[in-house]
């Protein structure tokens, strides 16, 4: 199945104030942060009118694919959302 057929069958819960995610602010980005448009598998990236790149969370499956492209040159800050929040898979 594709990764939006499964998404259909998990919840987010927000935590509000409290972003797993964050990008670091920048005037451009980098290529890294720029693929992520296209990479993420639940869309969370998006580029804003000044072709700056920004992360809403919410949907997001924690694949970590994000982190591993872009944490280490430091263009995003990742985190587990804390217990109870983020995304909650449900089987079957
Ligand atoms: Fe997207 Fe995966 Fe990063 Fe979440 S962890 S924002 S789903 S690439």
């Known amino acids: 199945a594709r990764v939006e057929d499964r998404l259909f069958y998990n919840r987010y819960l927000l935590d509000p104030g409290h972003p ?3 990008v670091r602010p920048h005037t451009m980005p980098s290529s ?11 869309h969370c990236y998006v580029a804003n009118d000044k072709h700056q790149i920004e992360v809403a969370v919410d ?3 924690e ?3 994000c982190r ?9 800050e990742w ?3 804390r217990g109870g929040y ?7």
């Open 59 to 61: 949907g997001c499956i």
């Open 63 to 65: 694949c970590g694919t």
């Open 79 to 81: 985190s587990y959302p």
């Open 32 to 42: 890294e942060l720029v693929s992520m448009l296209t990479t993420c598998p639940a």
């Open 68 to 76: 591993v492209i872009c944490e280490e040159r430091g263009d995003i």
């Open 86 to 92: 983020g995304v909650l898979f449900k089987f079957g």
């Open 20 to 22: 797993h995610i964050k």
